[in-house]
């Protein structure tokens, strides 16, 4: 299996800065797609940003020149800078891959890490 466990969540206030990171681990073949998604209470998931194994670079537009996504093939690990977090930041953060297993089964398969809570105090 493969398993992507965050950090780097809390509490902030307006204005504050977190990093979040990502590793993934276990049966990994290749990793294509990395990224963030996020859900505050009553909404749904939805993109933050993503990064493509060439280090392409897709930004939600709430977040563009605030957030930084990069990551660290060698590591396996993905990272998220926030700058200029704002009240409405807040949600549970989610890592994401798009990876293949080693071993017969060949497929790019999405894993989901289990969250990690970001909340920003106004």
């Known amino acids: 299996q493969v398993q992507l466990v965050e950090s780097g969540g809390g509490l902030v206030q307006a204005g504050g800065s977190l990093r979040l990171s990502c590793v993934a681990s276990?049966?990994?073949?290749?990793?294509?797609?990395m990224g963030w998604y996020r859900q505050a209470p009553g909404k749904q998931r939805e993109l933050v940003a993503i990064i493509t194994n060439g280090d392409s670079t897709n930004y939600a537009d709430s977040v563009k020149g605030r957030f930084t996504i990069s990551r660290d093939n060698a590591k396996n690990t993905v990272y998220l800078e926030m700058q200029s977090l704002r009240p409405e930041d807040t949600a549970v953060y989610y890592c994401?891959?798009?990876?293949?297993?080693?071993?017969?089964?060949?497929?790019?398969?999405?894993?989901w890490g289990q969250g990690t809570q970001v909340t920003v105090s106004s």
């Open positions: 276990g049966n990994i073949f290749r990793i294509n797609r």
């Open positions: 994401y891959c798009n990876a293949q297993k080693t071993g017969w089964d060949d497929r790019y398969l999405d894993y």
